[in-house]
């Protein structure tokens, strides 16, 4: 009750402020002007992924809706690397926007990247790789996708190799039976085919389809000529490691900055030097790890414009969602909602851990 009475408020203060004609003050700021947004996306539904993670995926409706907002409000958007560099030297354009999506997934190749191209828009896609050359589903993301679908049940597991009950009345007692699913492929170090093999008996336990999630490849990362034909038609592919992780061992983080930009090198041609944190999982020690691998920025899940006194690999973006409204979004573009926010860390994704 109490986040729907602060929500409402909010948004009546925006309307008020909108009407007052300070939205249009702010966006035409010089204050607005040495500031950055950078727009993160995670997903785009082929189907009814919006309804399952609401905080990550949106319609491709309301993308739409997003796009025609940047042209209705005049907004520069610029790729990414060339407005983080007029961003150091104050030379951006008016409502300066930048716009990322994580992950690089199918849904991305489906939806976004033919609406982008529409409206002539640069765009990042932080793509991790490891499932670019194993074109099955990301094994936690597709099981949890398939405990949803039967939410509010009951069943007893059957060749899963988990003895508890599958308790699937709320969204907390689902995520522990993925927990259980991924402690037992981490336990039996199974491979990405055996995990797609688990998967497949899970579905069976629920009655679904595996083959035909496959084949809509729901949850599924762009396969590697998906990646080449993006890259090779303005899409700017940079580092989001190559297994979707944040190792704490040195080594191991390094590791995967490297495979990850060697995979992406060998598909577009093209080095990659900017980098998002994936799950928004930072410590301090990975900055000095990222300038060693000569990455040049690193965004976060932390919300708020950049301005040129930002450190340059704690870079803010502000999460789009299915939940946010046109106003609010608008308010962003033109910089008053950002004067309005309170900057704390965006909710967590969970962590995609495939070796």
């Not at 060998?266 to 944190?277: E, K, N, P, S, V």
């Amino acid at each position: 009750v109490q986040v729907k009475m602060r929500r409402k408020i909010k948004l009546t203060a925006l309307a008020l402020l909108r009407s007052a004609g300070v939205f249009r003050l702010v966006a035409n700021s010089s204050w607005r002007r040495q500031r950055l947004l950078i727009l993160c996306y995670h997903g785009v539904s082929l189907e009814d992924e919006h309804l399952w993670r609401p905080q990550l995926y949106v319609q491709a409706e309301l993308l739409q809706k997003r796009l025609e907002m940047l042209r209705t409000m005049d907004c520069s958007v610029l790729p990414l690397n060339e407005a983080l560099e007029r961003l150091r030297s104050r030379d951006l354009p008016p409502r300066s926007v930048a716009i990322t999506f994580d992950d690089g997934m199918y849904d991305f190749y489906k939806q976004a990247y033919p609406l982008l191209k529409k409206y002539d828009l640069p765009v990042t896609v932080y793509q991790t790789t490891y499932y670019t050359s194993h074109e099955t589903p990301i094994f936690n993301l597709i099981c949890s996708y398939m405990l949803w679908k039967r939410r509010g049940q009951q069943l007893m597991p059957r060749d899963l190799g988990i003895s508890a009950a599958m308790d699937l009345r709320t969204e907390l007692r689902r995520h522990r039976v993925v927990r259980s699913l991924i402690e037992l492929s981490e336990r039996e170090n199974l491979t990405g085919l055996q995990k797609n093999e688990l998967a497949g008996r899970l579905a069976a336990n629920l009655g679904l389809d595996y083959a035909e999630l496959a084949a809509k490849r729901i949850l599924q990362l762009m396969n590697a000529r998906e990646v080449a034909e993006v890259g090779s038609n303005g899409v700017d592919v940079q580092l989001h490691t190559h297994r979707h992780c944040t190792p704490k061992d040195e080594t191991a983080f390094r590791r995967e900055i490297t495979e990850n930009r060697e995979q992406i090198q060998a598909l577009t041609g093209r080095d990659a030097r900017h980098f998002c944190y994936p799950g928004g999982v930072y410590q301090q020690e990975f900055v000095g790890w990222l300038e060693k691998e000569d990455v040049v920025s690193a965004t976060t899940c932390y919300v708020g414009l950049a301005d040129r006194h930002d450190n340059p690999y704690l870079l803010p973006r502000l999460l789009d969602t299915s939940g946010r409204s046109q106003l609010e979004f608008e308010s962003w573009l033109g910089g008053a909602g950002s004067l309005l926010a309170v900057h704390r860390a965006a909710l967590q994704r969970y962590i995609v851990r495939d070796e």
